[in-house]
């Protein structure tokens, strides 16, 4: 299996490399949230009782890489169905290729563009806004981030050849992605004082509330902190399920 998850994932990559503006297009985003909207949260990190410990940038930059992880690795399935459409996904069947190879080769393709991104934020948050965090913070952070990209990666290809729809796809994506944005607490925290106590509530069982919070406290120095391992463990959880859902799926269509 190796050597076919190194073969799909060098395919994958080098159709990534022959277009690369997508992978500034899809950073696009977060790099907008961090120029436009982090500068606005310093007078209120520093006035307002309730935000995390740490500054502005070491509470606001790893959530921006669950964000990167989040919308950057969601949408993958487009390319999926497109494949179906043409008949790659069938012509695969025939081959003795892996299954499992093929969901692995191109989740962990998805991962490296989501981490290249993520540290492109990073140093701009270092040189731009003075970020100043840990390095093994910043490496745990990054290594959340990869588990979430092949989490949602994962995610993405099953519900895409699930579906079969490009147009139920993408609704479905929003119904979903948009919820667990804003109860992630990523552009604004939710603590049980700055938020209602039913909204912390509910936000408590988005589960990737609890890998913000772990990302956070591992930018902050704090590696000793329960959200840490309450959200690593959290994470781990979720990237097992959405890789054996994957799997499954792929193993169902290419039967």
């Given at each position: 299996m190796p050597r076919d998850l190194w073969l799909i994932f060098r395919r994958d990559l080098r159709l990534s490399l022959r277009n690369p503006a997508w992978l500034f297009i899809q950073i696009l985003q977060p790099l907008l949230y961090l120029l436009l909207f982090g500068?606005?949260?310093?007078?209120?990190?520093?006035?307002?009782?309730?935000?995390?410990?740490?500054?502005?940038w070491t509470i606001f930059t790893p959530a921006l890489l669950v964000m990167v992880a989040l919308f950057g690795t969601s949408f993958v399935g487009f390319g999926l169905l497109a494949?179906?459409?043409?008949?790659?996904?069938?012509?695969?069947?025939?081959?003795?290729?892996?299954?499992?190879?093929?969901?692995?080769?191109?989740?962990?393709?998805?991962?490296?563009?989501?981490?290249?991104?993520?540290?492109?934020?990073?140093?701009?948050?270092?040189?731009?806004?003075g970020l100043r965090a840990p390095l093994a913070g910043i490496l745990i952070g990054l290594v959340l981030l990869a588990l979430m990209a092949v989490t949602m990666a994962?995610?993405?290809?099953?519900?895409a050849l699930t579906l079969k729809s490009e147009d139920a796809f993408p609704a479905t994506l929003n119904v979903v992605l948009l919820p667990l944005l804003l109860l992630s607490g990523i552009l604004l925290p939710i603590t049980t004082e700055l938020a209602p106590g039913w909204l912390y509530?509910?936000?408590?069982?988005?589960?990737?509330?609890?890998v913000v919070d772990a990302a956070r406290a591992a930018f902050r120095g704090d590696f000793g902190a329960d959200a840490l391992l309450t959200g690593s463990v959290v994470l781990v959880a979720l990237t097992a399920l959405a890789v054996f859902w994957g799997v499954r799926t792929f193993q169902r269509e290419n039967a």
């Amino acid at each position: 299996m190796p050597r076919d998850l190194w073969l799909i994932f060098r395919r994958d990559l080098r159709l990534s490399l022959r277009n690369p503006a997508w992978l500034f297009i899809q950073i696009l985003q977060p790099l907008l949230y961090l120029l436009l909207f982090g500068p606005l949260l310093q007078w209120m990190v520093a006035n307002t009782p309730g935000f995390p410990p740490g500054d502005v940038w070491t509470i606001f930059t790893p959530a921006l890489l669950v964000m990167v992880a989040l919308f950057g690795t969601s949408f993958v399935g487009f390319g999926l169905l497109a494949e179906y459409r043409s008949g790659v996904i069938e012509r695969l069947r025939v081959t003795p290729v892996s299954r499992v190879a093929l969901l692995l080769g191109k989740v962990l393709n998805n991962a490296l563009q989501a981490v290249v991104q993520a540290i492109v934020l990073i140093v701009l948050a270092v040189l731009v806004f003075g970020l100043r965090a840990p390095l093994a913070g910043i490496l745990i952070g990054l290594v959340l981030l990869a588990l979430m990209a092949v989490t949602m990666a994962s995610s993405s290809y099953a519900l895409a050849l699930t579906l079969k729809s490009e147009d139920a796809f993408p609704a479905t994506l929003n119904v979903v992605l948009l919820p667990l944005l804003l109860l992630s607490g990523i552009l604004l925290p939710i603590t049980t004082e700055l938020a209602p106590g039913w909204l912390y509530a509910i936000s408590r069982i988005n589960p990737f509330s609890h890998v913000v919070d772990a990302a956070r406290a591992a930018f902050r120095g704090d590696f000793g902190a329960d959200a840490l391992l309450t959200g690593s463990v959290v994470l781990v959880a979720l990237t097992a399920l959405a890789v054996f859902w994957g799997v499954r799926t792929f193993q169902r269509e290419n039967a």
